[in-house]
C-alpha cells in the first residue's frame, strides 16, 4: 500500500503540505482530490523522491522510494506527460524504460498494444505527440514494470472520451487484480466513478478522508416527477429538506423516504436515484470552499 503519515513540506515561510496523513490500500482506486494549489502535486513528488519532506514519511510498499533497490518494478509513476524527450520516439522512451528495469524487449510492444499506440504511432518523435498519446505512452512507461502501485497525477488530461472510458477501465481492472492506484484529478465525475476512496485536501491539509460510500452517505436523493411544486410542497411538509437540481430536486433523505412521501401525495415519480455525482461535486466544492484559487499550481 500507499501510506502518508504527518507529511509537512515548507519553502521559507510558506507551508504547501501541512501534517498530512492518509493511506492507499491495495486492490482500491484512491481519489486524490483538492483545488489548485493545495498540495496534490507536492505530496505525489515527495512519495516519489522528487522533493524531500520537511518532515513525516511518505512510503509505498513499506519503504520510502528512494529505497526501493529498482523502484519501476514496485511503482508506476505519471506526474506529467510533457515532461517526455520531446526528440525521442515513442519506441525508444520505452525502450530505455525497458532496459533500464532489466526487462525482456518484448515487454515493449506489449506496452505499446496495451495503450493502443500503433506502431506507427510508436516511431514518431513525441514532439509531434497529441497530449493524449502523451497520456498513454507515459502509462505505458509507468506499467512496464508490471509495478504493485500506481501514482497518477491527472492522467486523462488531454483524452477524448473513449480515451477517458479506457483509462477508467485499464485503473479499473488494475485495482480489481490487486493493485494499488493513487489518482489525482480535476475530473471529478471520473474520480465517482472510478474511485473507491477519497481524500480531500484544501490549503496543504486533509479536510476529508474515508471510503467513497461513507463520504457520500448525506449527499441524498435525486427525484424528478411531472408535478414538481405538489412534491416539493409534500417533502418539505414530511420535513425533508429540498434544493434544485437538474430539473428536480435534491432531497436530503434517503430514496425510500422520498418515495413513500411522493406515494402518499399520490404525485407519479419520473426519477428517483441516489444523487451520488451530484454529491460529490457538492461535497467537493463545500470543502474546499475556502481553498479555491483558480489558475495557481498545486
Known sequence: MIRVENLTRTYGSFTAVDDVSFVARSGRVTGFLGPNGAGKSTTMRVLVGLTPATSGTATVAGRRFVDLPN?????????????????????????????????????????????????????????????????????????????????????????????????????????????????????????????????????????????????LAGSGTLVRARDLDALGRALTESAVTVSPLDGGFRAEADAELVGKVAHAAGVPLLELRAADGAGLEEMFLELTATTQREGVAA
Open 71 to 215: 523502484p519501476g518494478r514496485e511503482v508506476g509513476v505519471l506526474l506529467d506527460a510533457s515532461a517526455q524527450h520531446a526528440g525521442r520516439t515513442g519506441r525508444e522512451i520505452l525502450t530505455l524504460a525497458q532496459r533500464t528495469l532489466g526487462l525482456p524487449a518484448d515487454r515493449v510492444d506489449a506496452m505499446l498494444e496495451r495503450v493502443s499506440l500503433t506502431p506507427e504511432e510508436s516511431r514518431r518523435r513525441v514532439r509531434h505527440y497529441s497530449l493524449g498519446m502523451r497520456q498513454r505512452l507515459g502509462i505505458a512507461v509507468a506499467l512496464i514494470g508490471d509495478p504493485a502501485s500506481l501514482i497518477l497525477d491527472e492522467p486523462a488530461n488531454g483524452l477524448d472520451p473513449a480515451g477517458i472510458r479506457w483509462m477508467r477501465d485499464l485503473l479499473r481492472g488494475y485495482a480489481d487484480a490487486g493493485g494499488t492506484v493513487l489518482l489525482s484529478s480535476h475530473l471529478l465525475h471520473e474520480i465517482e466513478v472510478v474511485a473507491d476512496d477519497l481524500v480531500v485536501i484544501g490549503n496543504g491539509r486533509i479536510v476529508a478522508s474515508g471510503t467513497k460510500a461513507e463520504l
